[in-house]
């Protein structure tokens, strides 16, 4: 026959083992837990990083890009003023007379073929 107290002593042993198990468990749950809100926290601030990055990308390639036609259109001023001759700057559409060729012929009103009264040139 079985002694009483030494199924009363593996019960308890048994339950010890079970309760540990389930606080290791409850342990492992809780790690998990931290360490998903952890990364979810590490990829909402990822995400606004990135947007922040994105944004000055933007805006600085707005800022090279206004520069740079800036420059070229102060380039394109300088070239119409250094050949002179007729030129009316107000506007493409505007221009009444303009030079078309580098030997500095006029041309006709905006409108028509600049090769019309270039030297050798044919209609």
């Known amino acids: 026959m079985l002694d009483p107290a030494a199924v009363e002593r593996a019960e308890r ?4 083992f079970i309760n540990s198990r389930l606080k290791a468990k409850d342990k492992a749950n809780e790690l ?6 952890s990364e979810r926290k590490h990829r909402q601030r990822r995400r606004e990083e990135n947007r922040e990055a994105w944004r000055c ?5 707005a ?3 206004e520069r740079t036609a ?15 001759g007729g030129v009316v700057v107000t506007g493409a559409r505007e221009c009444r007379v303009f030079l078309c060729s580098p030997h500095q012929v006029p041309c006709r009103p905006v409108g028509r073929w600049c090769a019309e009264l270039s030297p050798g040139g044919g209609g």
């Open 63 to 65: 800022e090279r890009l």
């Open 70 to 84: 800036a420059e070229l259109a102060a380039s394109h001023r300088a070239r119409a003023a250094m050949l002179g």
């Open 13 to 16: 042993s048994l339950d010890e």
């Open 57 to 61: 990308f933007y805006l600085e390639q």
């Open 32 to 37: 998990e837990e931290a360490w998903a809100e």
